[in-house]
């Protein structure tokens, strides 16, 4: 069975093997006023108004029962997988670790840290821990899209320019055919995600395709719906 989705830079084939869908960093810490993303200065409600459209691609992919991962951005409590490098960047008033008003900053178990309630995944669904920005990175990522078998990552989440990205070129090079959803993902900066989009796409789709959610879900259900 050949699936098309209408992308870009050019239609993005799905092979007999079951996409999965990656769901990356939904979590409070970078989407609700007073986590991380808040005290970095950021504005959060940019993040939140993707809410509904992950919600339908989760949704689509759930009736559909094709697997889906969940990722959260994390360190263990001693921050032994923190590296200092991190730990120390940014210099704002709250860093990783440090007590906010959702707990311990970016810490494993915290209520800051969870993902967002309209997200939460279903048993059955992975949930990934990761210490990085990419998902690959110090995880069993690859380990688990391999015994599903999948070799092709329909990417969702925030944000666009940093952990979306990384995992996406991490994704890239371990040979997984990556689809990234236009209108569900989002940055804190108009401009990085549209230069995001324009990066992945540039040179014949040099990290991967790109495609709304409509488009994306309308393929899936031709291939996978009854
Ligand atoms: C960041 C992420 N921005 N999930 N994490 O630190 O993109």
Known sequence: ????????????LLSAKKP??????MQRDFIEPGGFGDALGN??????AIIPTVKKLIYGFRQLHLPIVHTRECH??????????KLNRGGSTLKIGDSGPMGRILIDGEPGNAL???LRPLPGELEITKPGKGSFYNTDLHIH????QVSHLIIAGVTTEVCVQTTMREANDRG???LLVEDATESYFAEFKRATLDMIVAQGG???WVANCEKTLKGLEQAYGQ
């Open 145 to 148: 899209l391999q015994n599903l």
């Open 206 to 208: 040099i990290v991967g």
């Open 76 to 85: 263990k409590a001693d921050l032994s997988d923190c590296p200092p490098s």
């Open 43 to 48: 504005d959060v409600s940019r993040l939140s």
């Open 176 to 178: 997984y055919e990556c």
């Open 20 to 25: 999965c869908l990656l769901v990356i960093d």
């Open 1 to 12: 069975m050949t699936v098309i989705i209408e992308a870009k830079p050019y239609p993005y």
């Open 116 to 118: 967002i309630d309209e």
